[in-house]
């Protein structure tokens, strides 16, 4: 597509409950982001795919987090359980992964996740 | 670690008012420094950039200058609109690295 497709784009759910986030990136670009946006947080890193895998998964903030990608292309971001501190705008990012000094990152629009 | 500090917001302006939001950084080597903005209700997009000292990055009449003196790329533009009322995130990444770290960013709000 044109750009970073995100769904959805406003997810209400109950505490305890499982979500999934999905994340279409732009066609062709092998890195793949997901961010958090907390108010008065900024930008929070989550995980970071290049192609299928995932080198960095250091910003999971808990086992109850979990992301994948498949063919190099879309990618699920998991919440289990969710807790009310999980909610949350969740960004994801893409770029073509050839070197910052003619690059940019995309960003779609978010997922807000509301736990009650 | 690498790290990047914003003015703390909101940021209330009248149309036509200079604007600055200063960003400071901690990193080692030689990052390269970002703003991004994102408007009400759309992704963050690029404003500019600068990949090394001195560089400048313009766009839209926003400046920004690389000070490796300072360690700041500050945001500046001589006259604002209402419509350049979004949250401005500055943000860098170390050479050779895949990943950006944001600042929290400074919500502007122009006033007519």
């Known amino acids: 597509g044109a750009g970073v497709s995100q769904s959805p784009s406003n997810k209400v759910t109950e505490k305890g409950k499982d979500v999934e986030l999905r994340c279409d990136p732009i066609s062709g670009h092998t890195a793949l982001y997901w961010y958090r946006q907390s108010l008065g947080q900024g930008l929070e890193f989550l995980i970071y795919f290049q192609g299928n895998s995932a080198p960095d998964k250091s910003g999971l903030p808990s086992d109850r987090f979990s992301a994948e990608r498949t063919g190099g292309s879309v990618s699920t971001l998991t919440i289990q359980r969710t807790q009310q501190e999980d909610s949350a705008v969740y960004l994801c990012?893409?770029?073509?992964?050839?070197?910052?000094?003619?690059?940019?990152?995309?960003f779609g629009s978010g997922t807000q996740l509301s736990v009650l | 670690g690498n790290s990047v500090t914003q003015m703390e917001g909101p940021v209330t302006l009248s149309e036509e008012a200079f604007l600055t939001i200063n960003c400071t950084y901690t990193a080692t080597g030689y990052p390269s420094l970002f703003w991004y903005v994102q408007y009400p209700g759309e992704g963050l997009q690029l404003l500019l950039k600068?990949?090394?000292?001195?560089d400048k990055g313009s766009n839209k009449g926003f400046e920004a200058t690389y000070r490796k003196e300072t360690t700041s790329f500050h945001l500046e533009k001589g006259s604002v609109q209402v419509s350049d009322s979004a949250v401005y995130f500055c943000?860098?990444?170390?050479?050779?690295?895949?990943?950006?770290?944001f600042g929290k960013g400074t919500k502007l709000s122009v006033i007519p």
């Open positions: 990012a893409s770029r073509k992964s050839t070197g910052w000094t003619n690059e940019k990152l995309f």
């Open positions: 600068a990949t090394k000292a001195d």
């Open positions: 943000a860098l990444v170390r050479a050779g690295s895949y990943q950006l770290t």
